[in-house]
T-cell receptor, first 115, second 115 residues
Framework: GAVVSQHPSWVICKSGTSVKIECRSLDFQATTMFWYRQFPKQSLMLMATSNEGSKATYEQGVEKDKFLINHASLTLSTLTVTSAHPEDSSFYIC???????????FGPGTRLTVT | AQSVTQLGSHVSVSEGALVLLRCNYSSSVPPYLFWYVQYPNQGLQLLLKYTSAATLVKGINGFEAEFKKSETSFHLTKPSAHMSDAAEYFCAARGSNFGNEKLTFGTGTRLTIIP
């Protein structure tokens, strides 16, 4: 149980375009989802926290207009990188937490390459 | 605010030898503590967690960690390293009060196993 999936696992896009990443909780309802960013050989940095039906809470320094997060249902959250640039290339990881569970379950990550 | 420090960004041990990965936390109250493992191009997998019950926590794959409040430490150990243990390991902390779900990660330790 407690499986989280991400789609796509790897995406390449051109500079200036937008790309959407999906995060799904497959066997539980996720009241809270988290989006992290990981640069090569570095740790995970929390970008934002989203609660189902509410606006996401962004960490300091994260541009909310650039990284659009939608948590429209209890099993799906999406991260849209708008007008992507090469510096947005990174590994994006989501995690999900159910109301009845204390820990976060992590997705397998999405590698974004912007050319 | 809490922080997590992992001493040693890179640890190498021989196959069959003891694995010791160090983690220290800084927090006004003892937090909940976690160890995660990450294999290349994958998300994070929970190894074990401390949530104020037993101070010696046993996890998956033969790993265990001991919470020492006096030393503000939560070091990860495994008696005998296996080649499959080669990966990146992250220590993380979050507040122990309900609703405080944000995880703070250490910078990670890359474990290499020498045949």
């Amino acid at each position: 149980g407690a499986v989280v999936s991400q789609h796509p696992s790897w995406v390449i896009c051109k500079s200036g375009t937008s790309v959407k990443i999906e995060c799904r909780s497959l066997d539980f309802q996720a009241t809270t989802m988290f989006w992290y960013r990981q640069f090569p050989k570095q740790s995970l940095m929390l970008m934002a926290t989203s609660n189902e039906g509410s606006k996401a809470t962004y960490e300091q320094g994260v541009e909310k207009d650039k990284f659009l997060i939608n948590h429209a249902s209890l099993t799906l959250s999406t991260l849209t990188v708008t007008s992507a640039h090469p510096e947005d290339s990174s590994f994006y990881i989501c995690s999900a937490r159910a109301a009845t569970r204390g820990e976060q379950y992590f997705g397998p990550g999405t590698r974004l390459t912007v050319t | 605010a809490q922080s997590v420090t992992q001493l040693g960004s890179h640890v190498s041990v021989s196959e069959g030898a003891l694995v010791l990965l160090r983690c220290n936390y800084s927090s006004s109250v003892p937090p909940y503590l976690f160890w995660y493992v990450q294999y290349p191009n994958q998300g994070l997998q929970l190894l074990l967690k401390y949530t104020s019950a037993a101070t010696l926590v046993k996890g998956i794959n033969g790993f265990e960690a001991e919470f020492k409040k006096s030393e503000t430490s939560f070091h990860l150990t495994k008696p005998s390293a296996h080649m499959s243990d080669a990966a990146e390991y992250f220590c993380a902390a979050r507040g122990s009060n309900f609703g405080n779900e944000k995880l703070t990660f250490g910078t990670g330790t890359r474990l290499t196993i020498i045949p």
